[in-house]
């Protein structure tokens, strides 16, 4: 069982639609977690954190976390065409593992005009 | 602020050769993470740097290593290389807290090995 699991996609929906991009994680010492967004050829970007259960927005981005499913996910409302783009779940157990990040193998979002 | 800087960004070796690559984090982060990407493995750790010291190190042969200086600039090289070495790398830049571990990615190096 991979450490990050994430929904291995590919994900299309239509502009203006909610995507939902979800991610599981095994180590449950798990204390911080990310989203990245990563354009085709470049390198990821920090889109959102987490560190607390509940949800966390951001504009048209919310992140949602439950602990004690060793879940987290990420919405994305009103997509937009510039969202299409793989979306990397992150977690880090920094109190024993500090400074390792372990990242999901990405889920490819397509947002169609 | 000026944001994470890599160089090279393109690199072409051959097998056998080592090859050293460099990244300046964000001024004032203490910390750099470097990783690997490829399209069939993903993004995977390769070690952690903090105030100079490798504070954590991902499951890569010893050819891998990497250090760490004063200003907080890291280095990472690879010895006797391998075709399967070929890959993004990238480096994470970050204040290295242990109450948040927000990173902040370079442009990355795009290595071939031939």
């Known amino acids: 069982q991979k450490e990050v699991e994430q929904n291995s996609g590919p994900l299309s929906v239509p502009e203006g639609a909610i995507a939902s991009l979800n991610c599981t994680y095994s180590d449950r010492v798990s204390q911080s977690f990310f989203w990245y967004r990563q354009y085709s050829g470049k390198s990821p970007e920090l889109i959102m954190s987490i560190y607390s259960n509940g949800d966390k927005e951001d504009g048209r981005f919310t992140a949602q976390l439950n602990k004690a499913s060793q879940y987290v996910s990420l919405l994305i409302r009103d997509s937009q065409p510039s969202d299409s783009a793989t979306y990397l779940c992150a977690v880090n157990a920094y109190n024993t593992n500090a400074g390792k990040s372990t990242f999901g193998d990405g889920t490819t979002l397509t947002v169609k005009p | 602020k000026a944001g994470v800087t890599q160089t090279p960004r393109y690199l072409i070796k051959t097998r056998g050769q080592q090859v050293t690559l460099s990244c300046s984090p964000i001024s004032g982060h203490r910390s750099v993470s470097w990783y690997q990407q490829t399209p069939g493995q993903g993004l995977q750790f390769l070690f952690e740097?903090?105030?100079?010291?490798?504070?954590n190190k991902g499951n890569f042969p010893g050819r891998f290593s990497g250090r760490q200086f004063s200003n907080s600039r890291s280095e990472m090289n690879v010895s006797t290389l391998e075709l399967g070495d070929s890959a993004l790398y990238l480096c994470?830049?970050?204040?290295?807290?242990?109450?948040?571990?927000?990173?902040?990615f370079g442009p990355g190096t795009r290595l071939t090995v031939t």
């Open positions: 740097y903090f105030s100079e010291t490798q504070r």
């Open positions: 994470a830049s970050s204040t290295g807290a242990s109450s948040s571990y927000e990173q902040y």
